[in-house]
């Protein structure tokens, strides 16, 4: 019997091999893409399990062939050939393309989202980088393991935000999540940036009183400028 794995599947185990049990009777060999199990004979009536054991692409189907060398023909096509369709892994981005935090607010939350639902549990790391924001000074970094139990679809992270009394440009935090586990893969996007909204009035600059008078006598006249706020 003629295994083909899906595109981009791995191969964990095949009968005989750890979480795979018992070989029932099977020896199997591994090519890149391809498992094959033989067994000298088969008796009539009798249907061997066959247990092998692949992480999952995103989609792909499992294609199994079986050919008897022996003078038997089972007219039945369908009984040489089985076609498993392999479920969608589960696909970890961020749940929107930004995220922006005002400056006075202490923490951004940060939401990562899980699709399809699933009943496995996955997780995913993640991590800040200073964009042209900078640790320490406008938030703290952060990093962690977000972990996604059954039919559990959204997680989130939080990022400490610093406040200053200085007025200046809008500052950008870089986050990413990256390393899926359980079988998940990253979606898209796996990589956005926090934007920290200043909240620091630049003031008003004006003149110091609506006209000024100077003899004409004078070197100069002093003209006097004010800042408010």
Request: proline content about 8%.
């Amino acid at each position: 019997v003629t295994h083909t794995l899906p595109t981009g599947a791995s191969l964990l185990c095949v009968p005989g091999e750890g979480a795979c049990g018992s070989s029932n009777g099977w020896t199997c060999v591994r090519i890149p893409g391809v498992v094959s199990c033989l067994r000298p004979t088969l008796a009539p009536g009798a249907a061997p399990d066959i247990t092998i054991q692949v992480s999952a692409p995103l989609v792909g189907p499992l294609v199994s062939g079986a050919v008897v060398q022996a003078n038997e023909f089972d007219p039945v096509w369908g009984n040489n050939y089985q076609t498993i369709q392999t479920p969608f892994a589960a696909l970890l981005q961020f749940g929107a393309p930004a995220f922006s935090v005002l400056e006075g607010v202490p923490s951004a939350t940060i939401t990562v989202v899980r699709t399809p639902s699933g009943s496995g549990t996955v997780g995913v790391s993640y991590s800040t980088s200073n964009g042209t924001a900078f640790d320490s000074f406008d938030y703290m970094a952060t990093s962690g393991m977000l972990t996604f139990g059954p039919d559990v679809d959204s997680q989130s992270f939080t990022v400490p935000i610093l406040n200053d009394t200085l007025d200046e440009p809008d500052e950008t935090v870089a986050l990413s999540i990256y390393s899926p586990t359980g079988g998940a893969a990253l979606g898209s996007p796996n990589a956005v940036l926090l934007t920290i909204r200043d909240n620091d009035p630049g003031g008003t600059l004006q003149f110091s009183a609506t006209g000024y008078t100077v003899s004409e006598a004078s070197a100069s006249a002093t003209v006097t400028v004010t800042r408010s706020g």
